[in-house]
């Protein structure tokens, strides 16, 4: 199974920028679904950005155009890079792997087998 550790988050402007990193142990992130949710307070988990493993890459609609997700295999870390940041996309942030045999990215946080602790990124107005 695979472990994973999320860093980066803080207390930042609107409209400025911050990269979160989901640093992976324990198995490859190429065999997995890897994906950021976030969960603001008293709201449901939701899915941020992901890409299958086999490299099919999407977005919620929310943050299109503003945030980029990639990868480091070499490192085995996933990042998030968050650009113009709004008030509302404070929340806790969640890096998370599905291992499926469907290569189709799931968007369901249900479908997600493995998660890391989570870092807080707020964006003041």
């Known amino acids: 199974q695979v472990q994973l550790v999320e860093s980066g988050g803080g207390l930042v402007q609107a409209g400025d920028s911050l990269r979160l990193s989901c640093a992976a142990s324990?198995?490859?992130?190429?065999?997995?679904?890897m994906a950021w949710f976030r969960q603001a307070q008293g709201k449901e988990r939701e899915f941020v950005a992901g890409?299958?493993?086999?490299?099919?890459?999407d977005y919620a609609d929310s943050v299109k155009g503003r945030f980029t997700i990639d990868r480091e295999n070499t490192k085995n870390t996933v990042y998030l890079q968050m650009n113009s940041l709004k008030h509302e996309d404070t929340a806790v942030y969640y890096c998370a792997a599905a291992q499926e045999m469907d290569w189709t990215l799931p968007k369901n946080s249900d479908r997600y087998n493995y998660w890391g602790q989570g870092t807080q990124v707020t964006v003041s107005s």
């Open positions: 890409f299958s493993w086999r490299d099919q890459v």
């Open positions: 324990g198995r490859t992130i190429s065999v997995y679904h």
